[in-house]
């Protein structure tokens, strides 16, 4: 578990970003996904990122300490957010440039609410990822809201539909902010990550 994580720094350009020496791990996903929620589950720190019920809260890269080890990064949503469309294409200039150049970053964990159907939104970012190289890791948020039968159907629905863009299932999580399932096996995989970063730097 994350004992301790703590506030970094916000930056609109990820070429200011802290300089690559730890291992990161960014959290994306759409703008009402409970991507803030599930950052501060793994924190265990309701406070640590920003919460809201307005979608598009998080309009910066945000980048957090845990532990001193690693960092957590918190990128803004797609999908929903009541912005203009200047401000969508540099959210978009921004997410891309640093999912595309950071070398320290060891995975991209891609949200997905697990109350839906595969949306069409979230097939096109993966998309995009695979195409750009950028290696991702499902996380299915919210899995308290539905029964276990009706979640484990909405995930292979989109496993089945991530099959037509990677040739083999991606790795996946199923979680809840609320009742901290899949804290446990999400916070060891990112230690295990940052073990190998760290052995091999």
């Known amino acids: 578990m994350i004992k301790k994580a703590t506030f970094l720094t916000s930056n609109s350009d990820f070429r200011k970003c802290p300089e690559p020496t730890k291992p990161e791990f960014a959290f994306i996903g759409r703008s009402n996904v409970g991507k803030s929620s599930l950052i501060n589950m793994l924190a265990n720190n309701k406070n640590?990122?920003?919460t809201s019920g307005k979608?598009?809260?998080?309009?910066?890269?945000?980048h957090f300490d845990a532990e001193g080890k690693w960092?957590?990064?918190d990128l803004p949503g797609y999908g929903f957010a009541q912005v203009s469309k200047?401000?969508?294409s540099d959210w978009e200039k921004m997410i891309k440039g640093?999912?595309?150049?950071r070398e320290n970053l060891q995975a991209t964990f891609v949200l997905i609410d697990?109350?839906?159907e595969p949306q069409k939104r979230d097939l096109d970012f993966i998309l995009w990822c695979a195409q750009n190289e950028?290696?991702?890791v499902l996380v299915f948020t919210k899995a308290d809201k539905l029964s276990v039968s009706k979640v484990k159907g909405n995930v292979n629905k989109f496993l089945a539909a991530s099959q037509t863009i990677f040739e083999e299932v991606p790795l996946y999580f199923v979680t809840s902010s609320t009742t901290a399932v899949g804290r446990e096996e999400l916070v060891t995989f990112m230690a295990e990550l940052s073990e190998?970063?760290?052995?091999?730097n």
């Open 48 to 50: 640590l990122a920003k």
């Open 55 to 62: 979608p598009g809260k998080t309009q910066l890269i945000n």
């Open 71 to 73: 960092w957590i990064v």
């Open 86 to 88: 200047s401000l969508k």
């Open 98 to 101: 640093y999912l595309t150049s």
């Open 114 to 116: 697990s109350r839906l």
């Open 134 to 136: 950028v290696p991702i």
């Open 196 to 200: 190998e970063f760290d052995s091999e």
